[in-house]
């Protein structure tokens, strides 16, 4: 039976053993350069009542952490009044959508209110960011000497599309909600 003898390598063969790992870890990613970026507008409420109020959010999506550089002044809505909220800069929260990671930020919020029934319309809106995308991923080199990769900054538009709230009348109340509430029927 024959022992095997440990071997010796140098620096200079585990650099030439490794240089092929290292070739693929500096390869750009096979990815769109210029990410994904969209605006989605969503409300807290499927249905308002009419006179009643909703919040209106533009949720900005990207594939990548982004910084926002550009919303819209103000928001009209016909037959409506809306009101900015003042949310200040919020953080960006990683989420899952279409199975599919995100970098998500709320944009605005405002309270729209309307006392027509029907349809409340939400025009497009208009976002601008500014993309933070690595050049090239992590070396395991690189990052043991604590360098970090290149970040190159891709400024990207993305407009909302037209969202919809339906609006209905307060519902009627019947005979025995208005006993209830302490009205007299005659």
């Known amino acids: 039976m024959t022992c095997m003898k440990p071997v010796k390598i140098g620096f200079l063969s ?11 870890a500096e390869r750009p990613a096979a990815r769109d350069e210029q990410g994904l970026f969209f605006v989605e507008v969503m409300s807290d409420k499927e249905k308002v009542v009419k006179g009643d109020s909703c919040l209106i959010s533009f949720v900005l999506y990207a594939s990548h952490p982004f910084e926002v550089t550009g919303v819209p002044a103000k928001m009209k809505v016909r037959n409506a009044s809306a009101r900015l909220l003042r949310i200040g800069r919020q953080p960006l929260q990683r989420v899952v959508k279409n199975d599919q990671v995100y970098f998500a930020s709320v944009g605005q919020q405002y309270v729209v209110r309307t006392d027509d029934t029907g349809k409340l319309t939400v025009p497009e809106s208009a976002f601008a960011v500014e993309l933070s995308i690595q050049e090239h991923p992590v070396d395991p080199f690189d990052a043991f000497f604590g360098q970090m990769p290149p970040v190159k900054k891709v400024k990207l538009k993305a407009k909302s599309k037209k969202f919809e709230v339906e609006v209905v009348d307060k519902p009627k109340r019947t005979m025995i909600q208005m006993k209830q509430g302490g009205l007299e029927v005659i």
């Open 14 to 24: 585990l650099f030439l053993l490794l240089l092929p790992f290292r070739l693929l």
